[in-house]
């Protein structure tokens, strides 16, 4: 009797359960019903492995996707890549330009040049109205008193600094950079005062040779630009290890950054700066050598904690783990622990790199712009295209970069939605053209 009932309730039941099923566990388009916590980590397909967790040694994408969560610029964009303050909350932008005294030249009127002649002068040509800007452009101008010998670089890129006996000049401190600066003073200099100026009599006991006599002019301008930003910090910002960011955190990724020992792929785009200077622990002031346009937005790059990567702290982990005097004196900020386990002041704090499988990000509760939404950030890695696409229908990825052919399928897919946005990068096609000896055709 038992097993005759069961014979007839089981089929029963197991219609009842499959149509459960059916209604009830989630599949591919909803895996978030099984996993509620899935609505709260966000899952990124990359195609490859980070290799350094350091804004300024990272010369990849995967990790700078990376390294974009973990750390916090002075300046970063908007969505309409506009600029906007991030570390710092606002910043100013003025010159301070030099303009030499060539006492061997004459005005345009046939008077001799001299230092107070050339000063008062220039006062009466940068006081005048101008209409394209409501501020004065000329703050303070007073003389600089040359002679004092001053070492600049090598004339010739390698061998002993050049020595210059530098001219007097005429230190102008303008509201603005003002690129035309030479070309506004042109009519009270006369262009032969411009393109008369000869450096090479300033350097003493040096015949310079034809290919030297660029690069004098390029080291000793008749006019020098000297671009100075000002980035006022914020103060209420901590490192994940909760120490407090200040200034001195600035100047130590500049000089990580200059430092030829560390190998940074930014150093380009740092070269240009004449000083970077501590004013107060929230107030940093930036001063360039010459006019270089992307001097605001290079300061979109994480800042570096100090305190954990300075000589000390580095001296520090050389002695942990047991290094000999010669790997000692090798050891850099690219062979510290860090690069693999970052503190930054990002809206994400690191956790797990598991290498060749993924990077595990958790939401930092005390970011200084409000903790993110989600509470987990996962990089997975997932070499080939067409299995990040199967990954990403089944939900197990949220994003992951498309390739052309995969683009179609998803607009085509009436579950899925295309949003664009702007964004800033540049792609390129290389064309190699190979020519031939003479009396044959080339071939492209």
């Known amino acids: 009797m038992n097993l005759r009932l069961a014979l007839i309730v089981l089929p029963f039941a197991l219609v009842a359960g499959l149509v459960q099923a059916y209604f009830w566990i989630p599949g591919y388009d909803d895996p978030a019903l099984a996993t509620p916590s899935r609505l709260e980590a966000f899952i990124e397909g990359e195609s490859g492995d980070a290799k350094l967790l350091n804004p300024v040694l990272h010369a990849d994408s995967q990790s700078g996707r990376v390294v974009s969560l973990l750390f916090d610029g002075l300046l970063d964009l908007d969505e309409n890549l506009n600029l906007r303050g991030r570390l710092a909350t606002h910043w100013t932008i003025a010159e301070r330009a030099y303009l030499v005294v060539d006492d061997s030249s004459r005005f345009p009127d ?7 002649e050339l000063l008062a002068r220039t006062r009466a040509a940068l006081s005048e109205s101008d209409t394209s800007d409501s501020r004065p ?3 303070s101008a007073r003389v600089v008193e040359g002679g004092k010998p001053v070492e600049r670089p090598p004339l010739r890129g390698t061998g ?3 020595l210059v006996n530098m001219p007097p000049r005429i230190e102008l ?4 950079i003002e690129p035309d600066l030479l070309e506004r003073l042109v009519p009270i200099l006369g262009r032969d005062y411009v393109d008369g100026f000869e450096p090479d009599r300033f350097y003493p006991g040096h015949v310079p040779a034809d290919a030297e006599r660029r690069l004098m002019r390029e080291r000793l301008p008749v006019l020098e630009h000297n671009p100075v930003i000002v980035f006022h910090l914020r103060d209420d910002v901590e490192f994940h290890d909760g120490h407090p960011f200040t200034a001195e955190d600035v100047k130590f990724t500049y000089d990580a950054i200059m430092n030829p020992k560390n190998l940074s792929p930014r150093t380009a785009d740092f070269e240009p700066i004449k ?3 501590i004013l107060d622990p929230l107030t940093v002031r930036v001063t360039y050598k ?8 290079v300061w979109t790059i994480g800042i570096l904690p100090a305190h954990l990567l300075n000589a000390r702290a580095l001296s520090r982990e050389a002695d942990e783990t047991g290094l000999s005097d010669a790997a000692r004196s090798a050891f850099g900020l690219r062979d510290s622990r860090f690069n693999r386990a970052p503190v930054g002041t990002g809206p994400f704090r690191f956790r797990e790199w598991q290498s060749d499988e993924l990077i595990h990000l958790t939401r930092n509760p005390d970011y200084w712009d409000g903790a993110p939404e989600y509470r987990e950030y996962f990089f997975r890695i997932i070499p080939d295209p067409l299995t990040k696409e199967l990954e990403f229908r089944a939900g197990a990825i949220d994003t992951y970069q498309l390739q052309p052919f995969q683009v ?10 295309s949003i664009s946005g702007l964004q800033r990068s540049y792609t390129y096609i290389g064309c190699l053209l190979h020519t031939s000896s003479k009396g044959h055709n080339g071939r492209r």
């Open 137 to 139: 452009l000329l703050i």
């Open 408 to 417: 179609d399928r998803f607009r085509r897919d009436p579950r899925y939605r």
């Open 275 to 277: 000083s970077v200077e």
């Open 290 to 297: 010459r006019l270089f346009s992307p001097a605001v937005n």
């Open 110 to 116: 046939g008077a001799p040049v001299s230092a107070p």
């Open 173 to 176: 401190n303008l509201s603005r």
């Open 160 to 162: 002993d600094p050049a």
